[in-house]
């Protein structure tokens, strides 16, 4: 099995936010905002863990989101390629280098972005975002003699108030574009 192989039995971290944007569903443009992000903008929308990001393709032309933060006192730095672009739903995959005390490994995180419209005209923005482990990441774990569930249960707390903490200004963010969009 390979170090990057990831484990799908296992999950390392879960939680989904929502906060409202007060902006009509026709405006919102997900996959757009996300891949047009001012890496000023990104930084204000979690601060102080969000460090950097910026835009990209795979290989083969796939849009691809790089963003650096840290969660849970360790650094990531995520290679988001898109699954699903549509205007009001994006889900981006990354096999995320993690770093930790023991040195760095990969994790998968899996973003999943969405908008749907409420009956008052606003739209509420749903912020989905879960991790599995890849081999090697439980590898290093086992080199340490750490426990798995101690490590996810850890994890699990520094990812929930991450997205506590973004999930609002995400929705700002898109906002603000949308609103500009539309007055433009």
Not at 8 to 26: C, G, H, R, Y
Not at 74 to 87: M, T
Not at 147 to 173: C, I, M
Request: glycine residues 6%; hydrophobic residues 40%.
């Amino acid at each position: 099995m390979s170090n990057d192989q990831v484990i799908s039995d296992l999950q390392l971290s879960a939680s989904v936010e929502s906060a409202v944007i007060n902006a009509p569903l026709d405006t919102i443009d997900i996959p757009d905002w996300l891949l047009h992000l001012p890496d000023a903008e990104y930084q204000r929308c979690a601060p102080p863990d969000h460090k950097a990001c910026g835009a990209t393709t795979t290989d083969d032309g796939r849009p691809m989101s790089i963003n650096v933060e840290e969660i849970a006192g360790g650094l990531i730095i995520q290679h988001y390629v898109a699954e699903v672009q549509e205007p009001h739903h994006c889900r981006m995959v990354s096999l995320s280098d993690v770093q930790t005390p023991g040195g760095w490994s990969k994790v998968q995180v899996v973003w999943d972005l969405s908008v749907v419209e409420q009956p008052d005209g606003t739209c509420l923005y749903t912020n989905d975002i879960g991790s599995r482990p890849t081999q090697g990441f439980l590898d290093m774990l086992a080199e340490q003699g750490l426990d798995f569930a101690e490590v996810a249960a850890k994890r699990q707390v520094g990812v929930v108030a991450h997205n506590q903490l973004e999930t609002p200004l995400y929705a700002a963010s898109m906002e603000r574009k949308a609103l500009a969009a539309r007055s433009a």
